[in-house]
């Protein structure tokens, strides 16, 4: 099997967390190489983001970007919506020239999702999609967040068209069930994984002097994109209400340092009178990434909407409980009161109570630490993939069978 996998936006070769990038980018990333551990073929398609990416970059032995230039490298992800046919005649282009076919169409976002429809109906092959995050979700969370005028239509006809839909949780499902009267048949509830063996426990103090965060303070960590949508500013209202805000630092790791949602945030804690106890850091690469889950007493997601939330994931693999809104997948992964805490409203003083309950308690917090690792060693790459392969050889294997029967007939 050899799959075509378009992300449009959503470079897996570049850092997570700065602007544009996040858990998607990990996702496919990872998702490709498993593929190819396993001789299963995986081409990504992708805008170039930087006039220095090379054309091909190969992620593992059967598994390469392909970087399609189309339009200015630093063009908004808002921005891209004019490009996708000129993307997709390149895409055509492309593997005309070496002559490269496929057995399936796997599409990321609703902007790849539009390139996959129109792939679709030139290469006759089956066409999945994961949608990560949906329009009407969002507006639902933070209404009068603006949208492309374009998406929620084109949510409506990728979700009508495509073969089947990879969703990340039962609560995903449910939500294309209800907006999109998708039927429950065509989707398939897969969650992502986690490299537990690379997102594993490890001595808190020793990671906090290998980043440079001495000290002995109570650590509240925050790692995602600097955007409404994942909530920092509540996050930063509640450290402002807790007992003791100076005793918690709060970590926040993302974003690039120039970017105006940082200095927007930065501001807002100055605003507060707790400038002294927030530190923030850019995005880093997994290595680094890895000590600071390691040196946090409590990872904090407090998210207007989340897809699923692999920050959570990776923080639990790393033994380190987590305090999260009770929003989209984030209850596939934080079992609430053994894991770390769902939090039912976005408000500040809800996680003030949890984030406490967990900072004063070490007996409790060790528990909930060694408790998160086990259920992040159940949420695997691997155990993803085996569902992921299944699904798609069984769409494949339908595919054959009625070119098959249109042969015969």
């Not at 003083?349 to 528990?367: S, T, W, Y």
């Amino acid at each position: 099997m050899k799959i075509a996998l378009v992300s449009v936006h959503g470079c897996p070769v570049v850092r997570a967390g700065e602007k544009d990038t996040g858990g998607m980018n990990v996702y496919v990333l990872e998702t490709a190489k498993e593929f190819a551990r396993r001789g299963i073929c995986v081409d990504v398609f992708t805008r170039t983001h930087d006039i220095t990416d090379p054309e091909v970059v190969e992620l593992a032995p059967g598994a390469r970007v392909i970087h399609v230039a189309s339009g200015p490298p630093e063009t908004d992800k808002s921005d891209v919506f004019p490009l996708l046919d000129d993307f997709t005649a390149k895409i055509s282009s492309y593997t005309d020239f070496y002559g490269l076919s496929y057995d399936m169409i796997w599409s990321h976002y609703w902007l790849s999702g539009l390139v996959g429809l129109q792939l679709n109906s030139e290469w006759q092959v089956p066409h999945v999609t994961s949608s990560h995050t949906l329009a009407e979700l969002k507006t639902r969370a933070i209404p009068g967040e603006p949208e492309h005028p374009e998406r929620d239509g084109s949510e409506h006809k990728i979700m009508s068209e495509v073969d089947s839909i990879v969703v990340w949780s039962q609560n995903e499902r449910e939500s294309l069930d209800e907006i999109y009267q998708v039927p429950q048949r065509k989707t398939v509830v897969i969650p992502p994984g986690v490299d537990s063996d690379r997102f594993s426990p490890g001595p808190r103090l020793e990671a906090r002097e290998k980043l440079g965060l001495i000290g002995d303070n109570k650590m509240v960590l925050f790692v995602g994109r600097l955007e409404r949508l994942k909530g920092v500013d509540v996050l930063l209202s509640a450290m402002a209400m807790m007992d003791d805000p100076v005793d918690a630092k709060l970590v926040i790791v993302g974003g690039a340092e120039t970017s105006p949602e940082r200095r927007v945030l930065a501001e807002h804690a100055e605003q507060l009178g707790i400038s002294d106890s927030v530190q923030f850091h850019a995005s880093v690469d997994h290595d680094e990434l890895i000590q600071y889950y390691r040196a946090a007493d409590v990872c904090a997601l407090p998210s207007y909407y989340e897809s699923f939330g692999l920050a959570a994931l990776e923080a639990s693999a790393c033994g380190t409980p987590v305090v999260a809104s009770e929003v989209g997948g984030l209850p596939e992964i934080v079992r609430d009161g053994r894991t770390g805490y769902l939090v039912k409203w976005r408000a500040p003083g809800p996680f003030v109570n949890k984030l406490e309950q967990i900072l004063q308690d070490d007996e409790q917090r060790a528990l909930m630490g060694q408790a998160a690792r086990q259920r992040a060693l159940e949420l695997s790459w691997g155990r993803s993939v085996d569902r992921l392969q299944a699904h798609f050889e069984s769409l494949t294997h339908l595919q054959a069978l009625a070119g098959c029967g249109q042969a015969a007939g």
